[in-house]
C-alpha cells in the first residue's frame, strides 16, 4: 500500500477548479505528479489556472465545463479523457451558495442550487465512471460536501438538502464501483474563507440584522474548537489522501474538515 506517490501520472479532472478549493485540489494534485484537468463554467479563469500550473499544456487542461448541462459535461469529460489519456480521479466540487429563510425562497434559486450541486454530481460522475469501468484501472471520485452535509444552519435549505443528498450518491456509488475498483467519498470542509464565503458575509449580516463581525465569530466560526477558518489547502490535503489510498477499505466514507465545529 503506497498513499504517498498514489497521484503519479494519474489523470484527475476537478470541477470548479477555477477558484478557491477546487484550484488548491488541483495544483496539490499537480504538484504530486497528476496531470489535471480544470473543469469551469469560466473558460478564461480555467485557462489562466492550467497556464500557471503548466505552461506547456501537457499536464494542465482547461476545459470550460456547466456542470448543470448533461451535453457540455459529457462532451467535456470526454474531451479530457481523449487528450490526457482517461480520467483516474474525479472531483465534483463546483457549487454556487444562495442563502435565505425557506417561507421566502424562491422555487428558480431552489432548483439552480440542486442543478449545480446534485444534477453536476450526478451528470459528471455518470460521465466518468463510463470511463473508469471501461479503462478497467479503477478510480476515486470525491465529493465536495460540506458540514452542511451532517449539521443545518438557518437559511441554507438547498444547500443543505443537496450536501445532505451527496452522502447519498456516494454510498450508492462506492457500493456499484466497488466491483471496478472504483472508490467514492466525501470531504465536508467547515467554513473556508474563498469568494463563496466572502459574499456570505454581508448576505448573513442583512439577513439576521447583525454585523459582519458577528457573522464571522458568532455563527460561522461559533462551534470550532479554535476560532480558525479551514484553509484551502487543509481540504486539498484531504483529497490528496482520499484519491491516492490504493484500496476499497476507504470507500463510501464522508470527512469532515471543520476545526471541530462539527464531530461525528
Ligand atoms: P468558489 O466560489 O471559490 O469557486 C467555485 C468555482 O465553481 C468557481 O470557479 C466557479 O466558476 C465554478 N462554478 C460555479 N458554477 C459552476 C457550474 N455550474 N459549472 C462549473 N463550474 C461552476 O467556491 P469554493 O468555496 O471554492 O467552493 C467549492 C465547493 O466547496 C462548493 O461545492 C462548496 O459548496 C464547497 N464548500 C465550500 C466551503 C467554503 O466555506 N468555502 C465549505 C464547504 C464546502
Request: net charge negative; glycine share 10%.
Given at each position: 500500500m503506497n498513499v504517498a506517490n498514489g497521484m503519479q501520472d494519474k489523470?484527475?479532472?476537478?470541477?470548479?477548479?477555477?477558484?478557491?478549493?477546487?484550484?488548491?485540489?488541483?495544483?496539490?494534485?499537480?504538484?504530486?505528479?497528476?496531470?489535471?484537468?480544470?473543469?469551469?463554467?469560466?473558460?478564461?479563469?480555467?485557462?489562466?489556472?492550467?497556464?500557471?500550473?503548466?505552461?506547456?499544456?501537457?499536464?494542465?487542461?482547461?476545459?470550460?465545463?456547466?456542470?448543470?448541462?448533461?451535453?457540455?459535461?459529457?462532451?467535456?469529460?470526454?474531451?479530457?479523457?481523449?487528450?490526457?489519456?482517461?480520467?483516474?480521479?474525479?472531483?465534483?466540487?463546483?457549487?454556487?451558495?444562495?442563502?435565505?429563510?425557506?417561507?421566502?425562497?424562491?422555487?428558480?434559486?431552489?432548483?439552480?442550487?440542486?442543478?449545480?450541486?446534485?444534477?453536476?454530481?450526478?451528470?459528471?460522475?455518470?460521465?466518468?465512471?463510463?470511463?473508469?469501468?471501461?479503462?478497467?484501472?479503477?478510480?476515486?471520485?470525491?465529493?465536495?460536501?460540506?458540514?452542511h452535509s451532517k449539521e443545518a444552519s438557518k437559511l441554507k435549505a438547498p444547500y443543505v438538502a443537496a450536501k445532505h443528498g451527496l452522502i447519498g450518491l456516494c454510498k450508492v456509488v462506492a457500493k456499484e464501483g466497488a466491483a471496478h475498483g472504483v472508490r467514492a467519498n466525501v470531504i465536508c470542509p467547515g467554513f473556508v474563507r474563498t469568494a463563496l464565503v466572502e459574499k456570505q458575509i454581508p448576505e448573513q449580516s442583512a439577513a439576521l440584522g447583525i454585523s459582519e463581525a458577528d457573522v464571522v465569530s458568532k455563527v460561522m466560526l461559533k462551534d470550532t474548537v479554535d476560532g480558525e477558518f479551514t484553509t484551502v489547502n487543509d481540504v486539498a490535503q484531504t483529497a490528496l489522501f482520499l484519491a491516492s489510498f490504493p484500496t476499497n477499505a476507504l470507500t463510501g466514507q464522508s470527512i469532515v474538515v471543520s476545526h471541530g465545529w462539527f464531530m461525528q
Open positions: 489523470v484527475a479532472l476537478v470541477t470548479g477548479a477555477a477558484n478557491g478549493i477546487g484550484k488548491e485540489i488541483a495544483k496539490v494534485f499537480f504538484d504530486n505528479g497528476a496531470r489535471v484537468v480544470i473543469a469551469d463554467l469560466n473558460l478564461a479563469a480555467a485557462q489562466a489556472v492550467a497556464s500557471e500550473f503548466d505552461p506547456t499544456g501537457a499536464r494542465a487542461l482547461a476545459v470550460a465545463m456547466d456542470v448543470t448541462s448533461e451535453e457540455q459535461v459529457d462532451a467535456g469529460i470526454a474531451a479530457a479523457a481523449a487528450r490526457m489519456g482517461g480520467i483516474d480521479v474525479l472531483v465534483s466540487n463546483a457549487g454556487i451558495q444562495i442563502v435565505g429563510p425557506v417561507d421566502d425562497f424562491s422555487f428558480s434559486d431552489w432548483k439552480k442550487m440542486l442543478a449545480i450541486h446534485l444534477d453536476g454530481a450526478f451528470l459528471t460522475t455518470r460521465a466518468c465512471l463510463k470511463l473508469m469501468y471501461a479503462q478497467q484501472r479503477g478510480g476515486s471520485v470525491i465529493y465536495m460536501g460540506s458540514v
